[in-house]
């Protein structure tokens, strides 16, 4: 193909932050902010990529096996699982990549690069098996998560991929349902403070999967997946005071999300219910994982004093973004007082139908 143009949208979190390394469900949806990727054949062996909007180029040869690989390489290790799939490049293009997706705020912005990388290759060059969503979504998880050992789930790639509201199990038979096509009333505001991905992720991962661990040495047949918070107390003896937060977190949370699950599945569902989910999911975040960041903290408490029916921190903490729910008649009130709380940037935002060849 001459041309190929890929649109990959970001994507918030509803509920389940801090649940997909541990196997547990998320609820997220792809938003309508996007990563643009338009590729032109160049009649060279290179892939002559430009990425304006943070000033870089970099030309790729279109046989490069990447035997050793810089860390966080996503185009590198795109290309070195899609051979896997029986993606190989035969002709190099032109690619710019653009977008009005905020970077590094908590919105995904690598994972959206990740799937329109992967996208315009598979359109380019094929596989070995049917392309679908499942299937662009699977291998940019590969890509981003695995061939780098980063402690990250799977809810990214997946929500972006495929689109619209979803309930992903993110256990290791991954399985997802559609839940909703949109949500009225859906704010993302930017702290401006850079997230701490790889380092909040990797620590949280880390202190759940131990406390976690010292359940199971005790009860042989715990499954962190069957387990109810109503049993925590069942299991609270077994676990040293340093860890015992840990475990509760990923008892409530994941308790909060199946409650918004439920609710979500309904013809109707009352948004004062999912909101009032989502403030019991950020204190979590907040009070016992310790996620968040003052200016989060103010940008929250502005919304909700302005009439938001929920609000949360989105994603691993340490700055990037927050996502409320406003009634019809509040939006531009809470969008206003979450810019006073000292928002660098703030805005509606649509659930999109995920990432797609325009």
């Known amino acids: ?32 902010k996007h990563i643009r990727l338009k590729a032109t054949v160049n009649k060279s062996s290179f892939f002559r990529i430009k990425l304006p909007d943070i000033q870089e180029e970099r030309d790729i040869e279109i046989h490069e096996e990447f035997k050793i690989m810089d860390n966080r390489d996503y185009f590198a290790s795109s290309l070195r699982v899609l051979k896997r799939y029986g993606c190989i490049p ?28 992967i996208q315009f290759l598979l359109q380019a060059f094929g596989a070995n098996q049917e392309i ?12 981003e998560v ?37 949500i009225e009333g859906l704010i993302v505001g930017e702290s401006g403070v850079k997230k701490e991905t ?20 005790k009860n042989p047949n715990f499954d962190i997946k069957l387990a109810l918070l109503e049993e925590y107390e069942k299991y609270e003896k077994d676990i040293p005071l340093g860890s015992k937060p840990y475990f ?19 013809a109707n569902p009352d948004m004062k219910y999912i909101g009032d989910l989502m403030n019991q999911h950020h204190l979590v975040l907040k009070d016992i994982l310790k996620i968040t960041v003052p200016v989060i903290d103010e940008m929250v408490a502005n919304a909700l004093k302005a009439g938001a029916y929920g609000v949360k921190i989105v994603g691993s903490g340490g700055g990037g973004s ?7 008649n509040k939006e531009q009130t809470v969008i206003n007082a979450i810019r006073k709380g000292g928002a660098k940037d703030v805005y509606i935002v649509k659930v999109d139908p995920g990432a797609r060849v325009i």
């Not at 193909?1 to 997909?20: A, K, N, V, Y």
């Open 146 to 182: 695995l061939e780098h050992n980063e402690p990250g789930g799977l809810m990214d790639q997946y929500s972006i991929g495929l689109g619209g509201v979803l309930f992903i199990d993110t256990n290791q038979k991954m399985s997802y349902e559609r839940i909703q096509n949109d």
């Open 198 to 217: 790889i380092g909040t992720l990797g620590d949280r991962k880390e202190k759940a999967l131990k406390a976690i661990e010292y359940v199971t040495l």
């Open 322 to 328: 927050i996502v409320a729910i406003a009634p019809k």
């Open 90 to 117: 035969n002709e190099g293009y032109n690619i710019e990549i653009i977008g009005d997706l905020p970077l590094n705020a908590g919105v995904s912005s690598s994972s959206a690069l990740i799937i329109a990388w």
């Open 1 to 32: 193909m001459e041309t190929i143009q890929i649109l990959s949208p970001g994507r918030t979190c509803l509920f389940g932050d801090h649940q997909d390394y541990l196997g547990l469900p998320v609820i997220a949806c792809a938003i309508n």
């Open 132 to 143: 679908t969503k499942e299937l662009i979504a699977r291998i940019a998880y590969e890509a």
């Open 248 to 266: 509760y977190a990923a008892l409530k949370n994941y308790d909060i999300t199946l409650k918004a699950m439920s609710e979500f599945r309904k």
